[in-house]
């Protein structure tokens, strides 16, 4: 007994340092953040001071701006764009992730690689013939242009991890439906498909975070009328200087709908990000 | 010897998935696959061959002309400004890299603990992770920008490592810069998966250790790695390849330069378009990087499939 307590007593301790340790890590790669989000608010005088200005009186300032400048329609043609492209992906990318987990088909190997290799091809690559092809049919700076853009990655990606969930669903349960005599797209229907809605839930939601958060492409083959939030932060770059107030306030209000739904959804989106390495 | 093997047998144990009847011979599978299939060679494939058709062309003014062969390729490869900007990128991944995967191992162990607060901790771990890495380059613009910058003026100007001027405008220390920014945003994801990881590990193996007496750092090197290795290596090889194409952080901070010491392929890929409005080099550039990646696509896909049965 009396050997027992100081050992109990080591542990609590060692409990008590490792949080610590793993809490004071956190917050301070955490600080930029929490430093870009009080600029929300401060003052652009001071803002650019030095020493540095740590306590001042909050504004509302840049928050006015914002509004008036049309970061809503910019708002506006991220969701359409990434909304669009990810329901596609889901429509087009469900059907053909689950043949792969099930089917023994003709070089499936070779036409897997070709999925990854359209997933991990670097998007400056692929954007170059794009723009060159939208050029001539008059895609450039159109909605669609820059939904079927998303789909090299995203198809490719949704595809790849929705696979390892597809292969996580028993067979028996198919089978024991096809004995019965169901066709096979009822199985799919009925059986398949409510089994792997977390997989396609999580799935679906990294592919709108990936075209959410995308630059390139929406930079190349976006532009006037069809400008997603990632390429209308820059336009706070001007020749007079950077509105860092609105520039923090845009960059904090598109991250924060993303951080809410990985929140809720945790254990599949480190699965989706792994391309299945890790099972949840 | 007896139980490195042991411990690899496990390791083997743990990674084989349950019995995977496939169905044989069936149409409904090509059926399924093929809206995906058609429109990936039409969004992936066709850009690939017109790339392909143009880097062999003279494209004068965006017009496609006369049919020049591999002339392309030779101004692109026999410019050190190409292979510069491979060099950028090595440097880039051979850094970024490397640190990126011990933190995130240190990291995931001491997660991995008896520790409170998990709940809170994890959560805020993927905030840098899922920043459009175009906010990422503004955050830390603020952070390091010349004279007003959070870090600029508390840390390095008092560390006499600049002066009044931000990192971004020193040749020397650009690329470090960009480096501690690709640190910043994936150590906390690697930290993520690698306790993910850690979590879905079998105990078995541990408590048939601990009744041999092994010590931690023994069943650490013994256990926990050999069966953390599939998982390793595809975290290592997608942050290779992702870190590879970086472009947006280069692009907003520094533009390439100064000079073009930060010009990472992606980058020059960018100028080689809308600078240079070279569009035949630039088509030789994408079929040149297409042709590179799909090679280590093939490399890791072979390696992570049927060595590591990563998938």
């Known amino acids: ?280 | 010897m007896a139980s490195i093997l042991n411990s690899e047998s496990l390791a083997r144990d743990a990674r084989t998935t349950p019995s995977r009847r496939r169905t044989k011979g069936s149409h409904f599978g090509y059926l399924l696959i093929a809206p995906t299939m058609i429109t990936l060679v039409v969004v992936g494939l066709v850009p690939f061959l017109y790339a392909i058709y143009i880097s062999l062309h003279d494209v004068p003014y965006g017009r496609v002309g006369e049919f020049t062969g591999l002339s392309n390729y030779r101004a692109l490869l026999w410019d050190g400004r190409f292979w510069h900007s491979v060099w950028v990128a090595l440097v880039f991944v051979g850094i970024a890299v490397p640190i990126e995967f011990v933190l995130g191992m240190l990291g995931a162990l001491v997660l991995n603990q008896k520790i409170k607060l998990r709940g809170v901790i994890v959560p805020m771990l993927f905030v840098p992770t899922m920043m459009a890495p175009i906010v990422v380059a503004l955050l830390w613009k603020i952070m390091l920008a010349g004279s007003w910058g959070l870090i600029s003026y508390n840390v390095l100007e008092r560390l006499k490592i600049v002066s009044e001027t931000s990192v971004f405008g020193s040749a020397d220390l650009a690329l470090y810069a960009l480096i501690l920014i690709d640190v910043w945003q994936w150590t906390p994801f690697m930290i993520i998966a690698f306790y993910a990881g850690l979590q879905a590990l079998p105990l078995n193996p541990y408590r048939a250790a601990q009744v041999d007496g092994a010590s931690p750092l023994q069943m650490f090197v013994r256990i926990t790695l050999p069966l953390m290795m599939p998982l390793m290596a595809v975290m290592v090889l997608l942050r290779i390849i992702d870190a590879f194409k970086v472009f947006d952080t280069i692009f907003l901070l520094t533009g390439g330069g100064p000079g073009n010491a930060t010009e990472s392929p992606s980058m020059l890929g960018y100028k080689l378009v809308f600078e240079f409005w070279k569009l035949g080099e630039a088509s030789a550039f994408a079929v040149i990087i297409w042709v590179l990646f799909f090679v280590f696509c093939n490399v890791f896909y072979q390696i992570a499939k049927n060595r590591l049965k990563a998938f």
């Not at chain 1, 198809?155 to 669903?169: E, G, I, K």
């Not at chain 1, 809410?260 to 792994?274: A, C, D, E, S, W």
């Open chain 1, 1 to 280: 007994m009396s050997a027992s307590i100081p050992r109990a007593a080591r542990a609590q301790r060692g409990v008590v340092l490792f949080t610590l340790l793993a809490l004071g890590c956190t917050i301070t790669l955490l600080l930029p953040v929490a430093w870009m989000a009080t600029m929300m608010v401060k003052p652009e005088a001071e803002m650019f001071a030095r020493p540095t200005v740590w306590l001042f009186e909050p504004t509302l300032a840049h928050f006015e701006y914002v509004l008036e400048a049309g970061f809503l329609s910019s708002l506006a043609t991220s969701l359409v764009v990434a909304g669009a492209s990810t329901a596609l992906v889901v429509l087009i990318g469900t059907p053909a992730a689950y043949a792969f987990a099930r089917f023994e088909m003709w070089r499936r190997d070779d036409m897997f690689l070709f999925i990854l290799a359209t997933r991990m091809a670097p998007p400056v690559a692929l954007v170059i013939p794009l723009y060159l092809i939208y050029a001539k049919v008059g895609l450039l700076d159109t909605h669609l242009g820059l939904i079927l853009a998303y789909l090299t990655f995203n198809l490719s990606f949704y595809v790849w991890v929705l696979r390892s969930f597809c292969r996580d669903v028993p067979v028996e349960l198919e089978e024991a439906a096809l004995i019965e005599g169901y066709p096979r797209w009822q199985v799919l229907l009925k059986i398949t498909l409510p089994m792997l809605r977390p997989g396609i839930v999580s799935s679906a939601v990294l592919s709108f975070i990936f075209a959410w958060n995308e630059f390139l492409y929406a930079f190349m083959l976006g532009g006037r009328t069809v400008k997603t939030l990632p390429v209308a932060i820059p336009t706070l770059i001007t020749a007079q200087g950077v509105k860092w107030g609105e520039v923090a306030i845009v960059g904090i209000s598109a991250l924060l709908p993303v951080l809410l739904v990985v929140f809720t959804l945790q254990r599949y989106i480190v699965r989706g990000l792994t391309l299945g390495a890790v099972k949840g």
